[in-house]
């Protein structure tokens, strides 16, 4: 016969009201707001609008936020002291899961970052650079498509988040093609990239492009001229630009209160100086200002891409053999029939995969400007396949900075339109 | 104006606080000699030479030296797009530098991180909290002597760690132990592991091997 026991129920309000008795005088007196007209309400980890983990602990005077406290680090994974541990190839799994929304610009940055420490980031072949271009502007694309669909859906728009969500699949079928992985993409390679583009993939992707342009000025005449969208978001969470650049926003964030910053252009990398785009940006810096900045950038980003697809050396099938990778067994893996049939090769194979690349002493700063802002990596190296330090200075930790100076003011109602306007992502924020 | 004439205007500035500027890659990196000035330094680069965005403050743990940190602050300038390098180390027992979340808010966060994973306190942080890890965790995990696998520790009713299990993660291994699980990073630690620390030692000697007697700190001893 089974065995039955009571449940215990902890009993909270019992546990509350001792609390109370045993506060001194004194303790209850500066506790006497807590019970009067503040109130404080805990928003988060898991809460649809904070996208992911982010606990925010609002003070709040009737429906007036006079304080907010983020509190992040809910999906902390120790990457930077992971990075110390093992060789700079191996880590470049780990940056598909910073922002799990653009995988492929993570390992596009990271990938670079490395490669300006060896200094051979001037060096990479061109159809390569084409490629990795290509690979972050759809990274772009995807990220933005969502930070979009969530941000309208959260501000009662659910019909834009269906939209998005139909071209993001089309993204990842491409993704999938071309990496093997829908998610985690784990695509380049320091020095180069696992593969290269598979038969018929420029044509999906020229074909992308069409669609993609419809669906956005489908999106577009949903939300721009939408009266509810206007007055959801215009005028509300202004960031100046002084204060923009005092707390260190970068990317749509910046951009949107007007600071025409974008990495692309003021520390060129790859062969974006080569293609032709421009930078849109805000005049009041404002939650629409933020969405409309993001819903150009993806239109410039289509630009791009069709520029990379006319203009790629090889071609879609590559019949001029361009290489994809640096010409230096050193630092990549040497074709495998290779490694099979000749000495040399096999042992800067077995080099690379045991021992890593070998790393110059020195230390470096690299930054790409992904979909969410500045992803910088800072190495310090003291030599050998191993960083003694990795830093990652990751865009939503530092965005996310600015809540308890942008919140209080606002409306509770505000802050879904707030943090979907600031487009963050916690992977990448806790790291 | 290019960052070698920033770093030189800083250098007249503040005269022997710095040392010569090192070139690597393209960027210029500057020791402060003295990291109590650091907050003066930083006021100055932003006012005077225009470096108005913070983009990042990092944490070095030089272990086995002294001084055992470094805190690394990376400056931007978007009137003259020029980034500079700042370092500032301070020893462990001090293990305290003045704040510059006055000169830009950005550096709240960033501070407080490092205060987080380092155990580096800014004097004159409004608000020096832990960011990452919870309020009331008894380690600064990005230390060198802190092992991989975590430590355990445990704060009733608010959380609790137990060491990461031996599954998974491609680590690089250390030559030299006696089966796999002496080799294995995750296993060792750091403080009373001689084989960690010969390792060290061997690199440290590989380094001056070949690039010389001046490069990098001075030599660690294997402690008893």
Redesign the interface.
């Known amino acids: 016969m089974a065995e039955t026991r009571d449940i215990e129920f902890r009993d909270t309000a019992g546990r509350a009201a001792a609390a109370a008795e045993a506060l001194s005088p004194q303790e209850t007196e500066e506790l006497r707001d807590i019970a009067g007209e503040k109130m404080v309400l805990n928003m988060g980890p898991s809460h649809p609008s904070t996208h992911g983990v982010l606990r925010i602990v609002l003070e709040l005077d009737g429906e007036t936020i006079t304080k907010a406290m983020p509190d ?2 809910y999906l ?1 994974r ?1 990457d ?3 990075a110390e ?3 700079y190839t ?1 880590f470049i799994p780990y940056t598909d899961r910073l922002d799990y929304l653009a995988p492929l610009a993570n390992n596009v940055a990271y990938a670079l970052a490395v490669e ?2 060896l ?1 051979i980031d001037r060096q990479l072949p061109p159809r390569c650079q084409y490629i990795r271009v290509m690979c972050c502007e759809l990274a772009r694309i995807s990220s933005h498509l969502l930070g979009l669909g969530s941000y309208a859906m959260d501000v009662g728009a659910m019909t834009v988040f269906l939209h998005t969500f139909t071209e993001r699949e089309k993204i990842y079928n491409l993704c999938e093609s071309l990496t093997g992985a829908r998610f985690t993409t784990t695509y380049t390679r320091i020095g180069g990239l696992s593969r290269d583009l598979p038969p018929g993939w420029l044509d999906q992707c020229r074909k992308f492009c069409d669609e993609v342009l419809i669906n956005i000025d489908e999106s577009e005449t949903l939300l721009t001229r939408n009266r509810i969208w206007m007055d959801r978001t215009q005028n509300i969470g202004v960031i100046p630009k002084d204060v923009a ?4 926003l970068t990317g749509p964030n910046l951009r949107g209160s007007g ?1 025409e ?1 974008d990495l692309r252009k ?2 060129p990398y790859l062969c974006y100086p080569e293609l032709e785009f421009d930078v849109p940006v805000g005049s009041v810096g404002d939650c629409y200002d933020r969405y409309l900045v993001r819903m150009e950038e993806m239109r410039q980003s289509v630009r791009i891409l069709r520029q990379c697809i006319a203009r790629i050396p090889g071609g879609a099938d590559n019949r001029t053999k361009e290489p994809i990778n640096v010409p230096d067994g050193k630092i990549v893996l040497p074709p495998k029939d290779k490694v099979l049939t000749r000495m040399e090769e096999l042992i800067h194979h077995f080099i690379n995969v045991t ?2 690349v070998n790393a110059p ?5 690299f ?1 790409a400007d992904n979909p969410k802002g ?1 992803l ?1 990596f ?1 190495i ?1 190296s ?5 960083p ?2 990795l ?1 990652i ?1 990751a865009p939503s ?2 965005n ?2 600015i809540l308890p ?1 942008l919140l209080p003011g606002h409306m509770i109602s505000d802050v879904p339109a707030i943090l979907g306007s600031l487009d963050f992502v916690m992977g990448e924020c ?2 | 104006m290019n960052p070698v004439d920033h770093a030189r205007k800083l250098r007249e500035r503040f005269g022997e606080l710095f040392s010569e500027p090192i070139e ?2 393209g ?1 210029i ?1 500057l020791q402060l000699i003295d990291s109590e000035r650091i907050a003066d330094v930083c006021t100055f680069a932003k006012q005077d030479l225009g470096f ?5 403050i ?4 030089n272990y086995g030296d002294d001084p055992r940190f470094t805190v ?1 602050y ?1 400056l931007y300038g ?1 009137g003259h ?1 020029c ?1 500079l ?1 700042i370092k500032t180390s301070v020893s462990e027992e001090k293990c305290e530098v003045p704040t510059v979340t006055g000169v ?3 550096a ?3 501070e407080r ?1 490092i205060y987080d ?1 380092m155990g580096i306190r800014f004097r004159g942080h409004p608000d020096l909290r ?5 309020e009331g965790y008894p380690y600064f ?2 230390r060198k002597d ?1 092992p ?1 696998a975590g430590k355990s520790s445990n704060v009733p009713e608010v959380a609790f760690t137990e060491p990461a299990p031996m599954a998974g ?4 291994t250390i030559a030299g132990g006696k089966d796999a699980v002496a080799r294995e ?1 995750r296993v060792r630690i750091p403080e009373t592991d001689s084989l960690e620390l010969n390792a060290r030692v061997e ?1 440290r000697q ?2 001056k091997d ?2 010389g007697e001046n ?2 700190p001075g030599p660690i001893e294997p402690k008893k």
């Open positions: 992040v680090g902390h120790g930077e002291k992971i541990n093992m060789t191996q300006k420490l200094g650049i005092d707390y260190g600071v910053y003021a520390q021992q890593g002493p020195g230390e470096v700063y930054a500045e910088g800072y310090n003291k030599g050998g396949g191993t003694h330090r830093k200075r930790f530092v996310l900075s100076h806790d790291r | 690597f890659r960027e990196s108005n965005y913070l983009v990042d990092s944490s070095l743990d690394v990376h978007l797009h980034y390098r830009w808010r950005t709240n966060w960033h991180e994973m832990r960011i990452l890890m919870w995990p990005l802190f991989l993660g491609p680590f690089t990073p690199r590989d380094i070949a690039h490069f990098g």
